[in-house]
Nanobody, 121 residues
Framework: QVQLIESGGGLVQAGGSLRLSCAASGRTFSFYYMGWFRQAPGKEREFVAAINLSGGSTYYADSVKGRFTISRDNAKNTVYLQMNSLKPEDTAVYLC??????????????WGQGTQVTVSS
């Protein structure tokens, strides 16, 4: 079992920045592919970014490419999402997820509760 707790959300003006954190506990963090997803009101959950076990490979949705950066610190069991140049359409609940194994394909095994990000225009 892996527990994931997100933090760092909040209210920010368009063009601003936020840094989300996701602290993991319960199993060996470095065995898990990590991802960030988001869900806006009335919309389906969508992929935002993912990072491989070592942190050497990252993947992004086209909508956030060039603005968001995912990273991880395996010594701290934490994954981060640095969000710059935020837009009102980035407003959503952001969720952290963990997937056992070395491939980014397939369903994620564990999910956090999410943290709210609101971007005002």
């Amino acid at each position: 079992q892996v527990q994931l707790i997100e933090s760092g959300g909040g209210l920010v003006q368009a063009g601003g920045s936020l840094r989300l954190s996701c602290a993991a506990s319960g199993r060996t963090f470095s065995f898990y592919y990590m991802g960030w997803f988001r869900q806006a009101p009335g919309k389906e959950r969508e992929f935002v970014a993912a990072i491989n076990l070592s942190g050497g490979s990252t993947y992004y949705a086209d909508s956030v490419k060039g603005r968001f950066t995912i990273s991880r610190d395996n010594a701290k069991n934490t994954v981060y999402l640095q969000m710059n140049s935020l837009k009102p359409e980035d407003t959503a609940v952001y969720l952290c997820a963990a997937k056992y194994g070395s491939t980014r394909y397939g369903p994620y095994d564990y999910w956090g509760q999410g943290t709210q990000v609101t971007v005002s225009s």
